[in-house]
């Protein structure tokens, strides 16, 4: 199967930059894990568990989001590649 007219430029329309919500997600997660240990040594174990899943599912979210950045950048360092060899 022949791909039409992949190149650098419209492999991917809308690329996934995560750095600056990578950076936002984690200050969630850690807002949240130190929630849920307060709660925790405040004897309020419910509610120690809920901030510690909540903070376990945003950084399972986190790692998907970031999995998906790197596929996206193998694929567009592949294009790279081989648009370079095409020159050279």
């Not at 240990?37 to 405040?42: C, K, L, N, P, S």
């Not at 120690?48 to 986190?62: E, M, P, R, Y």
């Amino acid at each position: 199967m022949k791909r039409k007219n992949m190149c650098y430029d419209n492999r991917y329309k809308y690329k996934l930059n995560m750095l600056e919500p990578g950076l936002v997600m984690m200050k969630i997660i850690g807002v949240l894990f130190v929630s849920g240990i307060v709660f925790w040594v405040a004897k309020l174990p419910w509610l120690s568990f809920i901030f510690c899943f909540l903070s376990g599912i945003v950084f399972v979210a986190l790692l998907i989001l970031i999995a998906i950045e790197a596929h996206q950048d193998n694929v567009l360092n592949d294009i790279a590649m081989r648009e370079n060899k095409d020159w050279g």
